[in-house]
C-alpha cells in the first residue's frame, strides 16, 4: 500500500510574533496603555474590614491575567501585606486595579509611571521587591 506524497510548504512567512517577550521593544509597544485614558475609579467597599481588605488584596494579587504579574504581586503579597496599615493596604487595592502590563513595567523599571504613581511608597516597596537583590528563586504561594 502506497502512501499519498505529502509535502510541506517552503513558503515563507513572515509575520510578527504574536506572543513576544516580555521587555522586548515590540512588547513594550504592544503593552502601553494610552496616557488619554483616565486612572481607573475604584469599587466603593463600604464597612469592609481590614483582614477582609487583606484576603481580597491577596487574591487580587494571585490572579491578574499573567503569569509575570501573578508570579511578582503573589510573592509581594505574601512577603509584605501582613506589615502594611490601612493606609498602604488602600493604596496597593489602587494600584491592583491600573493594567497587569502597567504594574508589571513599573516595577520593573521598564516604563516611567505616571505622575499619581511617581511618589508611591507602595510602588517603590514592589520594585525593591522586583529588583530581587537576594536572588531568592520565586514560586506562586498557596492560596
Known sequence: ??????????????????????????????????????????LPRAGESKETLRARLVYQSRKRGTLESDLLLSTFARDHLRQMDETELKEYDKLLDEPDWDIYYWATEGRTPPERWVKSPVLEKLRIHARNEGKVVRKMPPL
Open 1 to 42: 500500500m502506497r502512501h499519498p506524497c505529502r509535502t510541506l510548504s517552503t513558503t515563507l512567512r513572515w509575520s510578527a510574533d504574536p506572543w513576544p517577550l516580555p521587555h522586548t521593544p515590540q512588547h513594550l509597544s504592544n503593552t502601553q496603555t494610552p496616557s488619554d485614558i483616565p486612572p481607573p475609579t475604584p
